[in-house]
């Protein structure tokens, strides 16, 4: 098997003995390159945690092949449930529900996850909640911090770049987008560039550890523009451009350069989120928390600038521990639970979605992809 499997340390109240009498969901999210299962009970207690990487599947092609990582969810899934199921120490009739990633993501993953919780649903007589892996990153703060709404949201992943305000569950408006890159994106396709492998944020980060980050100078797009939207495929091309224009680089001026790029991505992001807190106040005057979620919310240079930021806006950053940043299956049992509790749960028909945005009525940004 050249799936890897990624190891579970003790995250927010992981652990404990499952009582009976809890609400307990089992979660299932197949939208990326991870096939993860949880279960999470309503107490915010995680009974079981698995998050099975394809990374060196996908290795190869420099990026995930949406075809290989259907395929491998298939592989994968019935086994991790199974596992997850023992790990809880549950039964079936113990469940309360099954919550899944229904979209936005891959779609053919995706379909893989939603059929198999339709199936487990339709066979165990349980409630499906279809759930939006965005909400996921968008919930996680709740279970790990025990946040209250409204909250200021940046959600930074692969696919996408937000400032949201959340307002309750299923309740998000927009204040900023990307128009073109997600800085997830941007992340891996400079990693890709500089050579340093795949998935690009965490060797991005790793090279640049200790490098000089001011000895290349990268714009630093939008930069000191009004509103919160973001671009980043200027700051890419950049650095492809000091690539062409280096004669030959060796692996300290890489890490130079990857220095250069995680800079000017922090000053980016802390300069649009100043801004937010200031739209967001102006609605919220006395709300007080910056939540950071999805996958680059795991780099520690971000998560220390931005608490920096939060703090000169008297605000207090909440960072969910970098295992529940990147995707995970805990954060959709978690969003599954929050929609349960609303009796918020899906009909065995509900499709799954390749594009999903958290709120729908939010204007696009010019040349915005989603
Ligand atoms: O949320 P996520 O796991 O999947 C999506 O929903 O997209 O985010 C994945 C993204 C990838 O682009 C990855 O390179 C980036 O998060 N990422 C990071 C770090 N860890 C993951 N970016 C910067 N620094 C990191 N430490
Ligand atoms: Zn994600």
Request: charged share 20%.
């Amino acid at each position: 098997m050249s799936t890897a499997e990624i190891a579970a340390p003790a995250v927010g109240k992981a652990g404990p003995a499952p009582y009976i009498g809890a609400m307990n969901v089992l979660g299932i999210e197949t939208s990326c390159d991870e096939t993860a299962v949880a279960v999470v009970n309503d107490e915010g207690d995680v009974l079981a945690d698995l998050v099975l990487s394809q990374i060196d599947e996908h290795a190869p092609y420099g990026g995930v092949v949406p075809e290989i990582a259907a395929r491998s969810h298939i592989d994968h899934l019935d086994p991790l449930i199974g596992r997850a199921m023992d790990e809880a120490k549950l039964a079936w009739s113990d469940l309360d529900a099954i919550a899944v990633t229904a979209g936005p993501g891959l779609i053919g993953g995706v379909i893989v996850g939603l059929m198999e919780a339709k199936a487990i649903a339709a066979a165990h007589h349980l409630p499906l909640v279809a759930v939006n892996h965005l909400e996921g990153h968008a919930l996680t703060a709740r279970l790990t911090d025990g946040v209250d709404f409204p909250y200021l949201l940046l959600l930074i992943s692969g696919g996408h770049c937000q400032l949201l305000i959340v307002d309750g569950v299923g309740r998000y408006q927009r204040l900023g987008t990307t128009v073109d890159d997600a800085v997830g994106e941007a992340f891996d396709k400079t990693a890709k560039l500089l050579g340093l492998g795949f998935p690009g944020g965490p060797a991005v980060e790793k090279a640049a550890q200790s490098a000089d980050s001011k000895r290349f100078s990268l714009p630093r797009p939008m930069l000191g523009r009004d509103g919160c939207d973001f671009s980043f495929s200027g700051l890419k091309t950049a650095v492809r451009h000091v690539m062409e224009a280096e004669e030959a680089m060796n692996d300290g001026d890489r890490a130079d350069l990857a220095a250069s790029f995680q800079q000017a991505v922090v000053d980016t992001i802390t300069d649009r989120t100043a801004n937010a807190i200031q739209m967001f106040h102006a609605i919220h005057p006395g709300a007080s928390t910056l939540v950071v979620a999805g996958g680059v919310a795991a780099n520690k240079a971000l998560r220390q600038a931005l608490e920096t930021t939060a703090a000169a806006h008297a605000m207090t950053l909440v960072a969910p521990p970098p295992r529940l940043c990147t995707d995970n299956a805990v954060m959709i049992a978690w969003a599954g639970l929050e929609r349960l509790r609303l009796g918020d749960i899906d009909a065995l028909d509900i499709p799954a979605r390749a594009r999903w945005p958290l709120d729908p009525d939010a204007a696009s940004a010019a040349g915005a992809k989603a």
